[in-house]
């Protein structure tokens, strides 16, 4: 249905890459090359919503603040939020490209607008952040060949014209590969208009989905038991659908491994692929330790505990350590939002490596909590284990002294008592007051048993 380049083999070994790799520099001719001189539109849209006036105060299209996912590393997915000009897109003629625009004026910003230009970053940094690269809205002035991808944001591919100049009305659209190639423009679009009113979500995934094919991703599709095609842009469940098929509905959308656009068998192996040789940044480097003796200290706050880190591989643990004086340890773990990729575990072992604690409940957030004796323990976050539980995190919690805990401790007890009993020992549970997502609770008396 469309050109595209040849696949990049994902499934084979390391050696068999290395070959794959050298065939396709060599060998892999002519039919791949012309494949890849026309673009990869992403064809899924929304209806047409219309722009919604803005009331509020006004701002220049200088005024994005410079936001950075991993400033200093040399590979950049450099997002154009103020609109651009460009007349020779390897054969096509984009034109003027108007800045992302919600309210009807693509002359300013409105509040509304960057607002949703840093929750639709923070959405794309997200998809990126297991990887060695800046998801920036920085200029990185240039358009290096393995440093810099840039997609532009705004308009709805007509740009002021009578018809559409990618040939017709899509999410967006991308050369496949541009990153790691030597002739094609490693600017990708992406088309608000056509995608909900720059719906922040939907232009997040469409934007991940354009850069993915950049760095030489392809469709993920769905074939039949015949191994027809059935699906181009595979669309998941409810709660997860591939960036590279359509994931504008879905809960969480996330790096596959599934069978490609070109052939049922033919499986693409998202994250390997992005972190692959072709382009060279790789994975971002773990950021915690994969064991008990390379844990980092989990920094403690009061009587709160919180870290961060990365699930940068299925493989990943990140392992923190703290100490308690003994009592009632509690602690959660919750992937980013907006846009949190991660199905997390947390686990909670003590420091001779047993196990005391561990969840991975069907919650994309997990919390653990146990009794302490006095000593050091390792708190282990990791994915859920399924492809694509990859992501950024948050981990939190409280270390309670033993008088607290022993009052915990009698507030199970009374939540466990039978119902002929109760009105002997009637007692309120409230929330402590500082922290209302605290899942301790504090037990107070209400009147004389
Ligand atoms: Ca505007
Ligand atoms: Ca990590
Ligand atoms: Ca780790
Ligand atoms: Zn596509």
Redesign the pocket.
Known sequence: MHGRCRPVATRSSPRALAATALIAATVLPAVARADCLRPDPLEITLPYVPPVPSTGPLHSLSAIPAYSSLPGVHAKVFLEFAGEQNYDWNGYSPGVTPAYDVDGDPTTFSDLELSNIHEIWQRVSEKYSPFNVNVTTLDPGNLNRRETQKVVIGGDGKNGQSTYWAGGRFGGVSFVSSFSSFSLPRISYVFPGNLGNGNPKIVAEASAHEAGHSFTLLHQSVYNDAHQKIIEYNPGTADKAPIMGRSYEARRGLWWFGSNSIFFDQYQDDARAIGGIANEFGLRP?????DAAHAHALPLVGLEVRGAGVIETIQ????FSFSSDGGVASFTVDPFSPGGMLDASLALYSADGTLIAASRTDSLSESVSAMLAPGSYDLVVSGAGNYGDLGQYSVWGTTVPEPAAAMLVATVLSLGVRPRDRHKRRQNLTPAPENPRHRLYFMRRTGQH
């Open positions: 773990d950021d915690h330790g994969d990943d643990a990140d392992y």
